[in-house]
């Protein structure tokens, strides 16, 4: 018999893009995904908003520090194979910067890279490609 109820953990993630085409990306530093790039996000700490997070996660992942006011909402993610760990959803944020930005891979980054949005990494972590494109289109 399955259990009544699953463990559901709460992430936010962050889409920042510059005003000529360019997407913030991080390369993960460990599993799951090590190696590939992602957008920079993690985990919604207890008391804490995922906006709140998001900017958290964007200052400690990638050196770029946002009021949390910055950030807009793109969407909820919820699939529930989403990630390999077990059932995450996610709340996706978009921040839009001037080129030249300063960034800085830290925490759990083994780097980060400003990519042209038509010359990305052939495959994202998680559904990060699918964060990106909605976040894009509602900037248009």
Not at 7 to 29: E, M, N, S
Not at 31 to 45: F, K, N, Y
Request: glycine share 8%; no cysteine; proline share 8%.
């Amino acid at each position: 018999m399955s259990e009544p109820f699953e463990t559901i953990r709460y992430t936010a993630d962050v889409v920042v893009i510059t005003t000529d085409g360019h997407v913030l990306l991080i390369k993960r530093g460990w599993e799951p995904h090590a190696g590939r790039w992602a957008l920079p996000g993690g985990h919604v700490d207890p008391g804490e908003t995922s906006r709140a997070a998001a900017a958290r996660e964007l200052a400690e992942e990638a050196g770029v520090y946002a009021a949390p006011g910055e950030l807009v909402q793109v969407g909820v993610w919820d699939r529930p194979d989403r990630d390999p760990r077990g059932r995450y959803v996610t709340v996706a944020y978009r921040l839009t910067v001037l080129p030249g930005t300063g960034i800085e891979a830290r925490t759990d980054a083994a780097d980060a890279r400003w990519w042209p949005l038509t010359a990305l990494p052939p495959v994202l972590a998680f559904d990060h490609a699918e964060i990106l494109r909605a976040a894009v289109e509602a900037a248009v």
